[in-house]
């Protein structure tokens, strides 16, 4: 078996994506999909299909005006959603999942789902934790 060189090791880490070494990028998607708002923008838009931005706002209870744009710019950057400007007036802007954001549908919205009902749980655990180390 041949020796690789420490390029040809870097070349060949480049192609196969480990997110457990601290170098893989793709540690940066990871960190993208797993923001709150990332998540509940993801979970909003794959159990309601498309939605204006008003909407999105309405349906993300206590997600700020900067925080809704940011999060949208960064999934548009990603290829998760696209976003779609239609002349109208006032101006009407919606968004939608790509097939590359659709293709995480289950996950998030198991993710939420998962958070929802095992909620009473984690409390519990909290309240028992806190209780034995306070």
Not at 7 to 18: F, I, P
């Amino acid at each position: 078996m041949p020796t690789m060189t420490a390029a040809q090791k870097r070349a060949s880490a480049k192609n196969e994506y480990d997110a457990f070494m601290a170098g893989c990028p793709s540690r940066q998607l990871l960190d993208r999909i797993s923001d709150k708002w990332v998540a509940l923008v993801l979970a909003a838009l794959a159990s309601d299909g498309q939605l204006r931005y008003s909407e999105l706002s309405r349906r993300l209870a206590g997600v700020s005006q900067k925080m809704l744009t940011q999060t949208l710019r960064a999934l548009e950057r990603d290829g998760l959603i696209t976003r779609t400007v239609t002349p109208t007036v006032p101006v009407t802007v919606e968004y939608d999942l790509t097939p590359l954001g659709a293709s995480l549908q289950q996950v998030m919205l198991t993710l939420k789902d998962w958070a929802e009902s095992h909620m009473d749980d984690v409390i519990g655990h909290r309240e028992h934790y806190d209780a034995a180390v306070g």
